[in-house]
């Protein structure tokens, strides 16, 4: 157990600052997220190396895929999450606790070393919501680091301003979930806020951070026109053409159980949608779908990565440049 950061004393009890739900928890609970406790005053981090899941997968599973395509990287997910959505598709971690998965616990040096000797490009933290074990990931990123590794984030972005930034100077990649383009779908659906979303996205791209953006399509809840323009419209216009933006098809799970699945339609609808508003990188995925998987060069539309599940073929790009016409292509390919 290791004591956590981002917190203050409020009375006789603790405030937690990591995330804007900002719990106050009392002697002996924990949070939202059921990772942070307040033992005798103290807010303690239970989920500190606590990884239950952990995979070697390919980066493209991530999904990232303007990020050294065709690696693989080690892949570890813990307990908890501080939203609460209706359609989680990895529910069993995300609603389970600490207590009886106490036999997971790894160390630091363990994840920093076991990154390097598996073939892996570094690590991923993923399955999970990975940013509320914020102290384990500022512990090891360094170490995954020197050695040469990536750290790479799969998250929901919802955390406060202060410690995201703390974290985006320690990641190389994320892929962040816009879950839909509402407050009131935030609210209703994940328990959460959009607008801090928005801002860290922002940030880490600002920040150089390589970004990918996630958008699950979910029948009758986030895919009408507005709000899928709404949300193309701010990635064209706040990050520019060159974010990549995966859609990816809902299956009913979770909550969701008696949504239908996304038909393929709304999925081609939103990418044409996406196309039209300027976006330069749009993909497909939950589906079978080659041509929503390919990169193709904005300028040429030469096809320059292919893809097939997440399997990738480069097509003759140098130096990150379309063989073509010699067009940049977003992303770190080397
Ligand atoms: S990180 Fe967890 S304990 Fe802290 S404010 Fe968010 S949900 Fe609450």
């Known amino acids: 157990m290791m004591d956590a950061k981002h917190w203050k004393e409020e ?7 990591l995330c804007p739900h900002h719990c106050l928890i009392r002697k002996g609970k924990t949070g939202l997220c059921g990772v942070r406790k307040n033992i005798s005053g103290k807010l303690t981090a239970l989920g500190y190396g606590l990884y239950p899941a952990i995979h070697l997968d390919p980066i493209e599973k991530k999904p990232l895929n303007h990020f050294l395509p065709g690696r ?22 995300s609603t389970d606790g600490p207590d009886g998965n106490e036999a997971y616990h790894v160390p630091v040096e363990a994840i920093v070393k076991g990154a390097a000797e598996r073939g892996s490009m570094g690590v ?5 919501e990975p940013t509320i074990n914020f102290e384990f990931i500022m512990d090891a990123a360094p170490g995954i680091r020197e050695r040469g590794g990536k750290v790479v984030l799969v998250t929901n972005g919802y955390l406060e301003a202060g410690p995201w930034d703390e974290l985006m100077e320690m990641t190389d990649a994320a892929n962040i979930d816009v879950k839909g383009f509402t407050e009131d779908f935030y609210r209703k659906v994940t328990g959460g806020t959009l607008a801090p979303v928005l801002r860290n996205v922002e940030a880490s791209v600002r920040k150089g951070v390589h970004v990918e953006l996630a958008y699950l399509i979910i029948p009758g809840m986030n895919d009408d ?15 520019g053409p060159e974010v990549p933006l995966h859609f990816t098809r ?20 939103a ?12 993909y497909l995925g939950n589906i079978h779908d080659k041509e929503g998987g390919s990169t193709r060069c904005p300028n040429c539309s030469t096809v320059v990565v292919s893809r097939d599940g997440f399997s990738s073929t480069l097509k003759g790009l140098k130096d990150g440049k379309c063989p073509k016409c010699g067009t940049a292509i977003a992303g770190v390919w080397q």
């Not at 009375?11 to 600052?17: E, Q």
């Not at 693989?72 to 989680?88: E, F, M, T, W």
Request: net charge neutral; glycine share 8%.
């Open 11 to 17: 009375g006789d009890a603790v405030r937690c600052a």
């Open 72 to 93: 693989s990287i080690l892949s570890v997910g813990s307990v908890g999450c501080n939203l609460r959505c209706l359609q989680c598709q990895n529910w069993s971690l």
């Open 124 to 128: 991923a933290f993923t399955y999970n």
């Open 225 to 239: 026109t507005e709000q899928l323009e709404g949300f193309c419209k701010w990635v064209r216009g706040s990050l």
């Open 250 to 269: 809902f299956h009913p799970d979770h909550k969701l159980l008696h949504v239908p699945a996304t038909p393929p339609g709304t999925m081609e609808r």
């Open 271 to 282: 990418r044409d949608l996406a196309m039209e508003k300027g976006i330069d990188y749009v």
